[in-house]
């Protein structure tokens, strides 16, 4: 199976999420992220054996992590990828908790690129509009499980941990 750990928006966050991909004139090709399955990853897990799942719900079970704002607040065309992305800058708290989790899983450093993927399979720049500024404070993070047979990929959230106190209010 394909594992991922993410924070997943609530019903409010998403839908200005969507608020803002509704804004993108997607006429030279490409699709739209649905709604459900808007998220923003910490790290990307890859194929695990169904034996293993355990010691992945164990690291995030053993993180403990602050909470944070996250501010959404442009739009951006990443032409290697195909996708526009809602960006936003890491706070210190977002990019310890991806660190975190890469570093148990195993993974190389690198810079996390916050964002959310608004849309796929875009194979030219759109002219992207300015977008009103989305503030997500999430209260969690999740393992999912990605099944990407279908037209759309399907996630399943496997298990969920609470960020545990806001910043700066242990």
């Not at 649905?34 to 053993?62: D, M």
């Not at 990019?95 to 194979?123: F, M, N, W, Y």
Request: with cysteine; glycine share 6%; aromatic share 8%.
């Amino acid at each position: 199976m394909r594992l991922f750990f993410a924070l997943w928006p609530d019903a409010d966050v998403t839908r200005q999420i969507a608020d803002a991909a509704g804004l993108l004139n997607l006429e030279s090709g490409g699709r739209r992220v649905e709604p459900r399955n808007y998220h923003l990853t910490l790290a990307f897990v890859g194929e695990v054996a169904a034996p293993k799942l355990a010691l992945q719900q164990q690291i995030g079970q053993s993180l403990r992590a602050p909470r944070f704002t996250i501010r959404c607040d442009s739009m951006a065309y990443w032409r290697k990828s195909q996708v526009v992305v809602a960006a936003a800058q890491a706070p210190p708290a977002l990019v310890q908790l991806s660190t975190s989790l890469g570093d148990a899983i195993g993974l190389p450093r690198e810079q996390l690129r916050a964002h959310v993927t608004l849309a796929r399979k875009v194979t030219q720049a759109p002219v992207l509009q300015a977008m009103s500024p989305i503030v997500w404070r999430p209260t969690n993070f999740s393992l999912i499980r990605s099944d990407t047979g279908g037209a759309e990929p399907a996630y399943t959230v496997l298990d969920t941990w609470p960020l545990l106190y806001e910043t700066g209010n242990p």
